[in-house]
Protein backbone atom coordinates (compact mmCIF):
# COMPACT_ATOMS: atom_id res chain seq x y z
CA UNK A 1 0.00 0.00 0.00
CA UNK A 2 1.13 3.38 -1.28
CA UNK A 3 -0.24 5.65 1.39
CA UNK A 4 -0.19 9.13 3.19
CA UNK A 5 -0.49 9.29 6.74
CA UNK A 6 -2.53 12.39 6.97
CA UNK A 7 -3.35 15.59 4.16
CA UNK A 8 0.13 17.03 6.14
CA UNK A 9 2.18 14.35 4.24
CA UNK A 10 0.59 15.78 1.36
CA UNK A 11 2.20 18.75 1.76
CA UNK A 12 5.35 19.09 -0.63
CA UNK A 13 6.93 16.62 -3.23
CA UNK A 14 5.52 18.91 -5.83
CA UNK A 15 6.27 18.03 -9.25
CA UNK A 16 8.76 20.35 -11.86
CA UNK A 17 6.75 20.75 -15.03
CA UNK A 18 8.74 21.72 -17.74
CA UNK A 19 6.99 25.18 -19.51
CA UNK A 20 7.68 24.51 -23.35
CA UNK A 21 7.21 28.03 -24.38
CA UNK A 22 9.01 29.59 -21.72
CA UNK A 23 11.90 26.79 -22.81
CA UNK A 24 11.77 27.14 -26.25
CA UNK A 25 11.67 31.01 -26.27
CA UNK A 26 15.01 31.11 -24.49
CA UNK A 27 16.98 27.58 -25.16
CA UNK A 28 17.01 27.08 -21.48
CA UNK A 29 15.05 24.22 -19.58
CA UNK A 30 12.58 26.49 -17.52
CA UNK A 31 11.01 24.21 -15.07
CA UNK A 32 8.09 25.20 -12.85
CA UNK A 33 7.60 24.18 -9.21
CA UNK A 34 3.62 23.03 -9.40
CA UNK A 35 2.73 24.30 -5.65
CA UNK A 36 -0.89 24.98 -6.96
CA UNK A 37 -1.03 21.04 -6.15
CA UNK A 38 -0.75 21.24 -2.76
CA UNK A 39 -4.03 20.41 -0.66
CA UNK A 40 -4.87 23.85 0.19
CA UNK A 41 -3.63 24.84 -3.75
CA UNK A 42 -1.06 26.98 -2.66
CA UNK A 43 2.84 27.59 -1.50
CA UNK A 44 1.46 28.43 1.19
CA UNK A 45 0.88 25.13 2.75
CA UNK A 46 4.22 24.66 3.83
CA UNK A 47 4.16 28.09 5.75
CA UNK A 48 1.63 27.10 7.43
CA UNK A 49 2.65 23.63 8.29
CA UNK A 50 6.40 25.01 9.40
CA UNK A 51 5.12 27.57 11.79
CA UNK A 52 2.80 25.53 13.19
CA UNK A 53 4.87 22.81 13.92
CA UNK A 54 7.04 25.06 15.17
CA UNK A 55 4.57 25.98 18.15
CA UNK A 56 3.70 22.69 19.07
CA UNK A 57 7.30 21.54 19.42
CA UNK A 58 8.15 24.54 21.45
CA UNK A 59 5.32 23.52 23.54
CA UNK A 60 3.20 26.68 22.71
CA UNK A 61 0.35 24.90 20.92
CA UNK A 62 -2.04 21.79 22.18
CA UNK A 63 -4.79 20.26 20.82
CA UNK A 64 -7.91 22.65 21.02
CA UNK A 65 -5.32 25.76 20.69
CA UNK A 66 -6.04 28.48 18.46
CA UNK A 67 -3.74 29.78 15.65
CA UNK A 68 -4.12 33.52 15.10
CA UNK A 69 -2.57 35.48 11.27
CA UNK A 70 -3.28 38.25 9.47
CA UNK A 71 -3.86 37.38 5.47
CA UNK A 72 -5.92 37.64 3.18
CA UNK A 73 -5.43 34.44 1.25
CA UNK A 74 -3.31 31.47 0.80
CA UNK A 75 -1.54 31.63 4.05
CA UNK A 76 -5.10 31.64 5.79
CA UNK A 77 -6.40 28.63 4.04
CA UNK A 78 -3.19 26.56 4.28
CA UNK A 79 -3.29 27.53 8.66
CA UNK A 80 -6.78 26.39 8.68
CA UNK A 81 -6.37 23.39 6.51
CA UNK A 82 -3.01 22.30 8.91
CA UNK A 83 -4.80 23.36 12.00
CA UNK A 84 -8.16 21.67 11.20
CA UNK A 85 -5.64 18.05 10.40
CA UNK A 86 -4.36 18.72 14.16
CA UNK A 87 -7.55 19.45 16.06
CA UNK A 88 -6.62 23.57 16.34
CA UNK A 89 -8.45 26.46 15.64
CA UNK A 90 -7.51 29.42 13.63
CA UNK A 91 -8.76 32.61 13.71
CA UNK A 92 -8.08 34.77 10.57
CA UNK A 93 -7.90 38.76 10.57
CA UNK A 94 -8.43 40.08 7.38
CA UNK A 95 -8.75 43.83 5.61
CA UNK A 96 -12.54 44.09 4.70
CA UNK A 97 -11.61 45.25 0.72
CA UNK A 98 -10.32 41.43 0.06
CA UNK A 99 -12.09 39.31 -2.38
CA UNK A 100 -15.20 37.70 -1.53
CA UNK A 101 -14.14 34.45 -2.44
CA UNK A 102 -11.33 33.86 -0.52
CA UNK A 103 -13.71 35.17 3.04
CA UNK A 104 -15.95 32.74 1.79
CA UNK A 105 -12.74 30.14 1.35
CA UNK A 106 -11.76 30.43 4.63
CA UNK A 107 -15.12 30.14 6.35
CA UNK A 108 -15.67 27.35 4.41
CA UNK A 109 -12.76 25.60 6.20
CA UNK A 110 -13.93 26.61 9.44
CA UNK A 111 -11.90 29.74 10.65
CA UNK A 112 -13.03 32.33 12.92
CA UNK A 113 -12.67 35.91 10.23
CA UNK A 114 -12.33 39.48 12.45
CA UNK A 115 -13.00 41.84 9.54
CA UNK A 116 -10.91 44.93 10.00
CA UNK A 117 -10.79 48.19 7.53
CA UNK A 118 -8.12 48.21 4.78
CA UNK A 119 -5.08 50.75 6.67
CA UNK A 120 -1.27 50.72 6.03
CA UNK A 121 1.25 48.62 8.17
CA UNK A 122 2.45 51.61 9.92
CA UNK A 123 -0.91 52.62 11.60
CA UNK A 124 -1.79 50.89 14.82
CA UNK A 125 -5.18 49.30 13.28
CA UNK A 126 -3.20 47.30 10.25
CA UNK A 127 -4.68 43.48 9.84
CA UNK A 128 -1.49 42.06 11.05
CA UNK A 129 -0.83 44.50 14.08
CA UNK A 130 -4.88 43.73 15.14
CA UNK A 131 -3.84 39.97 14.79
CA UNK A 132 -0.30 40.10 16.66
CA UNK A 133 -2.85 41.87 19.79
CA UNK A 134 -5.69 39.30 19.18
CA UNK A 135 -3.14 36.19 19.51
CA UNK A 136 -1.65 38.04 22.80
CA UNK A 137 -5.30 38.26 24.26
CA UNK A 138 -5.91 35.04 23.26
CA UNK A 139 -2.97 33.23 24.72
CA UNK A 140 -3.93 34.52 28.45
CA UNK A 141 -7.53 33.45 27.89
CA UNK A 142 -6.91 29.90 26.85
CA UNK A 143 -5.47 27.11 28.63
CA UNK A 144 -4.69 25.45 25.13
CA UNK A 145 -2.83 28.10 23.92
CA UNK A 146 -2.71 30.85 21.14
CA UNK A 147 0.14 31.75 18.61
CA UNK A 148 0.44 34.62 16.64
CA UNK A 149 1.69 33.12 12.96
CA UNK A 150 3.06 36.02 11.95
CA UNK A 151 4.30 34.78 8.20
CA UNK A 152 5.73 37.89 7.61
CA UNK A 153 8.44 37.95 10.81
CA UNK A 154 8.45 34.10 11.74
CA UNK A 155 11.84 32.49 10.23
CA UNK A 156 9.79 28.96 10.16
CA UNK A 157 8.06 30.17 7.06
CA UNK A 158 11.49 30.55 5.50
CA UNK A 159 13.01 27.27 7.81
CA UNK A 160 10.49 25.34 6.08
CA UNK A 161 11.60 25.67 2.56
CA UNK A 162 15.51 25.71 3.71
CA UNK A 163 14.01 21.85 4.63
CA UNK A 164 11.99 21.18 2.09
CA UNK A 165 11.15 23.20 -1.27
CA UNK A 166 15.59 23.53 -1.90
CA UNK A 167 15.92 20.24 -1.26
CA UNK A 168 13.26 19.18 -3.54
CA UNK A 169 14.25 21.00 -6.37
CA UNK A 170 18.16 20.33 -5.92
CA UNK A 171 17.20 16.31 -5.93
CA UNK A 172 14.30 16.66 -8.63
CA UNK A 173 17.06 18.92 -10.90
CA UNK A 174 19.97 16.20 -10.13
CA UNK A 175 22.07 19.19 -8.81
CA UNK A 176 21.77 20.36 -12.41
CA UNK A 177 19.78 23.82 -12.03
CA UNK A 178 21.67 26.92 -12.88
CA UNK A 179 18.78 29.38 -11.44
CA UNK A 180 16.22 29.81 -9.07
CA UNK A 181 13.32 32.98 -9.65
CA UNK A 182 10.90 33.93 -7.32
CA UNK A 183 8.77 36.84 -6.18
CA UNK A 184 8.56 38.24 -2.48
CA UNK A 185 5.54 38.02 -0.41
CA UNK A 186 6.50 37.63 2.81
CA UNK A 187 10.10 36.32 1.13
CA UNK A 188 10.16 32.78 2.74
CA UNK A 189 10.57 31.38 -0.49
CA UNK A 190 13.05 33.48 -2.19
CA UNK A 191 15.57 33.82 0.60
CA UNK A 192 14.67 29.98 2.08
CA UNK A 193 15.44 28.12 -1.56
CA UNK A 194 17.81 30.42 -2.13
CA UNK A 195 19.86 29.39 1.31
CA UNK A 196 19.18 25.95 0.39
CA UNK A 197 20.56 26.09 -2.84
CA UNK A 198 23.36 27.83 -2.02
CA UNK A 199 25.00 25.75 0.36
CA UNK A 200 24.77 22.97 -2.34
CA UNK A 201 26.06 25.01 -5.12
CA UNK A 202 27.28 28.62 -4.59
CA UNK A 203 27.02 29.43 -8.55
CA UNK A 204 23.68 28.85 -8.65
CA UNK A 205 22.15 32.69 -9.88
CA UNK A 206 19.44 33.76 -7.11
CA UNK A 207 16.84 36.03 -8.51
CA UNK A 208 13.84 38.35 -7.42
CA UNK A 209 11.11 38.79 -9.54
CA UNK A 210 9.23 42.13 -8.53
CA UNK A 211 6.40 43.98 -8.83
CA UNK A 212 5.06 47.36 -9.48
CA UNK A 213 3.92 48.85 -5.85
CA UNK A 214 6.84 46.76 -4.28
CA UNK A 215 9.85 48.31 -2.66
CA UNK A 216 12.41 44.79 -3.08
CA UNK A 217 13.65 45.53 -6.54
CA UNK A 218 14.59 49.24 -5.58
CA UNK A 219 16.04 48.17 -2.08
CA UNK A 220 18.54 45.13 -3.88
CA UNK A 221 19.23 47.42 -6.77
CA UNK A 222 19.62 51.10 -5.21
CA UNK A 223 20.03 50.09 -1.12
CA UNK A 224 17.01 52.47 -0.78
CA UNK A 225 12.97 51.32 -0.27
CA UNK A 226 11.03 52.79 -2.92
CA UNK A 227 8.26 51.87 -4.70
CA UNK A 228 6.60 53.15 -7.86
CA UNK A 229 3.31 52.31 -9.34
CA UNK A 230 0.97 49.38 -7.88
CA UNK A 231 -0.09 46.16 -9.28
CA UNK A 232 -2.97 43.71 -9.71
CA UNK A 233 -1.28 40.80 -8.28
CA UNK A 234 -2.21 39.73 -5.20
CA UNK A 235 -0.07 37.55 -2.51
CA UNK A 236 2.94 39.33 -3.13
CA UNK A 237 4.58 42.64 -3.00
CA UNK A 238 6.61 44.39 -0.09
CA UNK A 239 7.99 47.07 1.14
CA UNK A 240 10.29 46.29 3.99
CA UNK A 241 12.80 43.64 4.81
CA UNK A 242 10.82 41.41 6.78
CA UNK A 243 12.78 38.76 9.48
CA UNK A 244 12.29 36.41 6.85
CA UNK A 245 14.65 38.26 4.19
CA UNK A 246 17.55 39.05 7.20
CA UNK A 247 21.22 38.45 5.43
CA UNK A 248 19.22 37.40 2.03
CA UNK A 249 20.54 39.51 -1.30
CA UNK A 250 19.53 38.30 -4.49
CA UNK A 251 22.30 38.12 -7.68
CA UNK A 252 19.76 39.36 -10.31
CA UNK A 253 16.53 41.60 -9.88
CA UNK A 254 13.79 42.21 -12.79
CA UNK A 255 10.95 44.67 -12.23
CA UNK A 256 8.08 43.00 -13.91
CA UNK A 257 5.19 45.29 -15.41
CA UNK A 258 1.50 43.78 -14.47
CA UNK A 259 1.20 43.95 -18.18
CA UNK A 260 4.41 41.14 -18.78
CA UNK A 261 3.03 38.82 -16.31
CA UNK A 262 -0.24 38.87 -17.00
CA UNK A 263 0.62 37.75 -20.90
CA UNK A 264 2.84 35.66 -19.37
CA UNK A 265 -0.26 33.88 -17.14
CA UNK A 266 -2.78 34.00 -20.06
CA UNK A 267 0.08 32.27 -22.40
CA UNK A 268 0.69 29.09 -19.85
CA UNK A 269 -3.50 29.06 -19.97
CA UNK A 270 -4.05 28.95 -23.03
CA UNK A 271 -0.61 26.95 -24.83
CA UNK A 272 0.06 24.72 -22.25
CA UNK A 273 -3.19 24.39 -20.02
CA UNK A 274 -1.51 25.92 -16.37
CA UNK A 275 -4.18 28.06 -14.92
CA UNK A 276 -2.92 30.05 -12.70
CA UNK A 277 -2.75 32.65 -10.93
CA UNK A 278 -0.97 36.20 -11.71
CA UNK A 279 2.06 35.84 -8.99
CA UNK A 280 3.09 32.46 -11.48
CA UNK A 281 2.89 35.10 -14.23
CA UNK A 282 5.41 36.94 -12.60
CA UNK A 283 7.69 33.95 -11.82
CA UNK A 284 7.86 32.99 -15.12
CA UNK A 285 8.13 36.18 -16.70
CA UNK A 286 11.07 36.83 -14.35
CA UNK A 287 12.84 33.30 -15.45
CA UNK A 288 12.40 33.84 -19.02
CA UNK A 289 14.58 37.44 -17.92
CA UNK A 290 17.32 35.54 -16.03
CA UNK A 291 17.20 32.97 -18.93
CA UNK A 292 18.22 35.76 -21.36
CA UNK A 293 20.97 37.15 -18.96
CA UNK A 294 22.59 33.80 -19.03
CA UNK A 295 21.99 32.50 -21.97
CA UNK A 296 21.23 29.18 -23.90
CA UNK A 297 21.17 25.62 -22.15
CA UNK A 298 21.02 26.79 -18.57
CA UNK A 299 17.99 25.01 -16.07
CA UNK A 300 16.06 27.46 -14.77
CA UNK A 301 13.30 27.12 -11.65
CA UNK A 302 10.44 29.05 -10.33
CA UNK A 303 7.42 28.73 -8.53
CA UNK A 304 4.13 28.33 -9.55
CA UNK A 305 2.22 29.61 -6.61
CA UNK A 306 -1.65 29.04 -7.08
CA UNK A 307 -4.45 28.48 -9.32
CA UNK A 308 -6.04 30.98 -11.81
CA UNK A 309 -9.56 29.73 -9.94
CA UNK A 310 -9.12 32.21 -6.79
CA UNK A 311 -9.13 35.26 -8.96
CA UNK A 312 -12.51 34.54 -10.95
CA UNK A 313 -13.37 38.00 -10.33
CA UNK A 314 -10.25 39.84 -11.11
CA UNK A 315 -7.92 38.32 -13.21
CA UNK A 316 -10.73 37.00 -15.76
CA UNK A 317 -12.98 39.91 -15.70
CA UNK A 318 -12.47 42.26 -18.92
CA UNK A 319 -14.16 45.18 -17.16
CA UNK A 320 -11.80 44.72 -14.09
CA UNK A 321 -8.45 44.63 -16.45
CA UNK A 322 -9.63 47.48 -18.19
CA UNK A 323 -10.10 49.58 -15.02
CA UNK A 324 -6.77 48.73 -14.75
CA UNK A 325 -5.22 49.71 -17.81
CA UNK A 326 -4.39 46.31 -18.95
CA UNK A 327 -5.73 44.26 -22.35
CA UNK A 328 -8.05 41.32 -21.58
CA UNK A 329 -6.69 38.37 -24.63
CA UNK A 330 -9.36 38.49 -27.11
CA UNK A 331 -10.71 34.92 -25.99
CA UNK A 332 -11.37 35.95 -23.02
CA UNK A 333 -12.97 39.76 -24.12
CA UNK A 334 -15.03 38.15 -26.77
CA UNK A 335 -15.36 34.14 -26.21
CA UNK A 336 -16.42 32.08 -29.26
CA UNK A 337 -20.06 31.26 -29.00
CA UNK A 338 -20.95 27.71 -30.80
CA UNK A 339 -24.49 27.21 -31.57
CA UNK A 340 -25.84 23.35 -30.82
N1 LIG B 1 2.29 33.96 -4.66
C1 LIG B 1 1.16 33.96 -3.96
C2 LIG B 1 -0.14 33.85 -4.70
C3 LIG B 1 1.18 34.09 -2.56
O1 LIG B 1 0.02 34.09 -1.86
C4 LIG B 1 2.44 34.23 -1.92
C5 LIG B 1 2.49 34.34 -0.43
N2 LIG B 1 2.17 35.57 0.13
C6 LIG B 1 3.60 34.27 -2.69
C7 LIG B 1 3.49 34.11 -4.06
C8 LIG B 1 4.97 34.58 -2.12
O2 LIG B 1 5.50 33.72 -1.19
P1 LIG B 1 6.35 34.19 0.05
O3 LIG B 1 5.42 34.70 1.11
O4 LIG B 1 7.05 32.95 0.47
O5 LIG B 1 7.31 35.27 -0.35
Not at 57 to 75: K, M, P
Not at 165 to 183: H, L, M, N, Y
Not at 232 to 241: A, K, L, S, W
Not at 268 to 291: P, T, Y
Amino acid sequence: METRDSVLAAIGNTPLIRLRRASEETGCTILGKAEFMNPGASVKDRAALGIISDAIDRGELRRGGLVVDGTAGNTGIGLAIVANALGLKTVIVIPETQAQEKKDTLRSLGASLIEVPAVPYRNDNNYVKVAGRTAARLAREHPEGAIFANQFDNVANRDIHIRTTGPEIWEQTEGKVDGFVSAIGTGGTLAGVAAALRERNPDIAIALADVPGAAMHSFYTTGELKSEGSSITEGIGQGRVTANLEGFKPDHSFFIPDAESLATTFAMLKDEGLALGLSSGVNVAGAIRLARELGPGHVIVTMLCDPATRYQSRLFNPEFLRSKGLEPPEWLDRPTVVEP
